[in-house]
């Protein structure tokens, strides 16, 4: 497994500078900016977050490929986890999806009336799929999750995570089709710099967002699933 | 049934008789998608050629401003290189026809304009918009994505052409590969804007 290269007390301004995206996680997870020389440790204690989960969300952010080693964490940090993932939700919704729409519908807006409906109805799709999946995890998954922690785990539940096996692909592959087509196929408007650039956040995010479920709370989950079985 | 992408053959020319005329003869050949003539130069903006992306432009040489008359690419903006053939309604200097990807005039028969058309639509292939785009995939693969396009299953559309579902798995693979395209919707996106199916026809 990777190490991390964060530690505890390295400052949060550093880690900050290295790797802007995380700039949007802060906001997500409530940490105000003007911290000074804070170092993660200080910065944890006063936001009461789990160290060792922030520090690899740091990790995921400043590298999407690093695997993170669910062992690190206890079944303290899930809550958080879920916090993250909640937020992250509501910013691709309430902040990402708004945005998109309208920078989206300010490019295709050159286009001959019949291609912007095809365009537009493209995007609606994507949306709406998006969504839905969001949608699945906060009433299926997330909900299971806390009913585990609030019952220790020693719960009878006929869901079990590993039926969040859910695969992002579908969505990940019409986000990225939609990149492909406004930078090989529509003439430039004032308004695709920006789109584009926010349909590659969105993408790096969700990215992170998924290495998050998959790699971090699922392992998490079964761990805290099977210690249950055993103790039966 | 070959899909192939219909050129888009534009007309401006004041002489409405003509235009309608060059108009009726060349949709009648059904092999061009004609645009309905514009009578006046002023009205085909930069922004309104990169709407229609036409393929070829028939120009009446009459309607350049005198200074323009050599080149009459001017008329594009520099990012669409489309060839444009004269549309010779009036007597017109041999110098001026010369800058144009051909000529045709008010006596020219169906068969002169279309071969006029056609070596025009061949120079400007490189750089003509839809025609580039397209040869980025193989005439059977085209085929293939215009039948993904409308909806149709790897089994339908290897019945529908003969082939064996691994053979259109394979194209698909390829198209895939080639265009950076994975989900249906965005394939069939691809085919519209490529004019390679029509969006009335999905």
């Known amino acids: ?232 | 049934m070959k899909p192939s992408a219909r050129p888009h053959v534009l007309i401006v020319t004041p002489a409405y008789v003509v235009g309608r005329g060059v108009f009726e003869s060349l949709s009648a050949l059904s092999k061009y998608h004609v645009v309905d003539p514009i009578g006046s130069l002023a009205d085909v903006t930069p922004e309104r050629l990169k709407r229609m992306r036409p393929s070829v432009i028939l120009l009446d040489p009459s309607e350049l401003s005198p200074s323009d008359r050599t080149q009459p690419h001017a008329i594009l903006p520099a990012d669409l290189n489309i060839p444009v053939v004269a549309l010779v309604t009036t007597l017109t200097d041999p110098n001026t026809l010369a800058a144009f990807d051909g000529a045709i005039n008010i006596y020219s028969t169906q068969k002169q304009m279309e071969t006029t058309i056609d070596n025009a639509l061949q120079q400007g292939s490189l750089s003509a918009a839809v025609s580039e785009k397209t040869t980025e995939l193989s005439a059977r693969e085209q085929t293939i994505l215009c039948h993904v396009a409308r909806g149709l299953s790897n089994k339908e559309i290897a019945d529908a052409l003969n082939l064996s579902v691994f053979t259109v798995t394979t194209h698909r693979k390829n198209i895939t590969r080639k265009l950076g395209i994975r989900s249906i919707s965005g394939l069939t996106i691809y085919a519209i804007l490529n004019h390679l199916v029509e969006p009335n026809e999905l």
Not at chain 1, 68 to 73: A, G
């Open chain 1, 1 to 232: 497994m990777a190490t991390l290269s964060y530690s505890v007390r390295t400052k949060l301004v550093d880690i900050l500078l290295e790797n802007s995206d995380l700039i949007t996680v802060l906001e997500r997870m409530g940490i105000s900016l003007g911290f000074g020389e804070a170092t993660v440790g200080q910065i944890c204690r006063q936001y009461g977050l789990d160290v060792e989960f922030f520090l690899m969300l740091c990790q995921i952010y400043h590298n999407p490929k690093f695997a993170p080693d669910s062992n690190r964490l206890t079944h303290a940090a899930l809550p958080q986890i879920l916090r993250y993932l909640k937020a992250s939700h509501n910013y691709y919704i309430q902040t990402l999806f708004p945005q998109l729409e309208a920078m989206f519908s300010q490019t295709v807006m050159q286009l001959s009336t019949e291609h912007q409906q095809i365009l537009k109805h493209f995007y609606q799709e994507y949306q709406e799929e998006a969504i839905r999946h969001f949608d699945y995890e906060e009433s299926h998954v997330f909900p299971y999750v806390e009913h585990l922690i609030a019952c220790g785990g020693r719960c009878s539940n006929s869901f079990h995570i590993q039926q969040f096996s859910e695969n992002h692909t579908d969505i990940d592959s019409k986000l990225h089709d939609l990149k492909c087509i406004f930078i090989k196929y529509i003439p430039s408007a004032p308004s695709s710099w920006n789109l584009l650039h926010t349909i590659f956040h969105l993408e790096d995010d969700l990215l992170r967002h998924t290495v998050v479920e998959d790699s971090v709370l699922t392992p998490l989950v079964l761990r805290l699933e099977s210690e249950n079985k055993e103790e039966k």
